[in-house]
């Protein structure tokens, strides 16, 4: 709808502006975490406001992660008529242009989802893994521009991959850190705050 009634080129900065919005937002809800994890040092009304809205917080961020989730998704959302635009109308590569891109597109998405996630997941707590969240969603952000102004085919294709791979990292990270929030024994243990 944006590419039928403000052009492509609108359509690439709506989406890329979409995908760097979540960055900032996980990277500001990352260091509000940091914070809430810290023992504090002195007493003060900040200190016991933090402490008495602990829970409000924790579902705050659950939310916030979901919310992100979505946020990033529609970002992301016009890859697949982003692919027929480049491959049809851009480059006139016909249908069978086009099934090689959608197969580049899935074969990335596959070694993010499976062989990537897997390993950063693996050596990441929940804080690396929160910052990998606004690290993928900037990439993924930075990655739609060159897709979008690529010089040939090939550039496209190759960039493409590459953003494929980015994105299916993302999935399994919002998911893992769903998972450590909902979790009761993590959730206490990321939030629990000792007060002298």
């Known amino acids: ?17 979409s995908s760097v919005l979540s960055a900032l937002c996980f990277f500001l809800i990352h260091t509000v975490t940091r914070t809430l994890d810290r023992k504090p040092q002195t007493h003060s009304i900040w200190r ?28 992301v959302g016009g890859t697949d008529l982003a692919i027929k635009f480049f491959a049809l109308d851009v480059y006139g590569l016909g249908s069978s242009g086009l099934g090689v891109l959608y197969f580049l597109y899935g074969i990335g998405a596959a ?10 997941l693996r050596r990441l707590d929940f804080h690396k ?22 010089p040939s085919a090939i550039h496209s294709a190759i960039t493409l ?3 494929a791979m980015i994105m299916g ?26 007060w002298e």
């Open 161 to 163: 991959t590459l953003r």
């Open 48 to 75: 016991d406001l933090i402490k008495g809205e602990r829970l409000v917080w924790r579902g705050q961020l659950l939310r916030s992660v979901i919310l992100l989730d979505v946020l990033y998704c529609f970002g």
């Open 111 to 120: 070694i993010g989802a499976l062989m990537l996630s897997r390993w950063f």
């Open 129 to 150: 893994q929160y910052l990998l969240l606004g690290i993928i969603s900037f990439g993924e952000g930075v990655f739609f521009a060159p897709f979008a102004i690529g």
């Open 169 to 194: 990292i993302f999935s399994p990270t919002v998911y893992t850190v769903m998972v450590q929030l909902t979790s009761s024994g993590s959730a206490e243990e990321f939030f629990h705050t000792e």
């Open 1 to 17: 709808m944006i590419i039928e009634n403000y052009g492509w080129r609108s359509a690439f900065i709506f989406n890329s502006s």
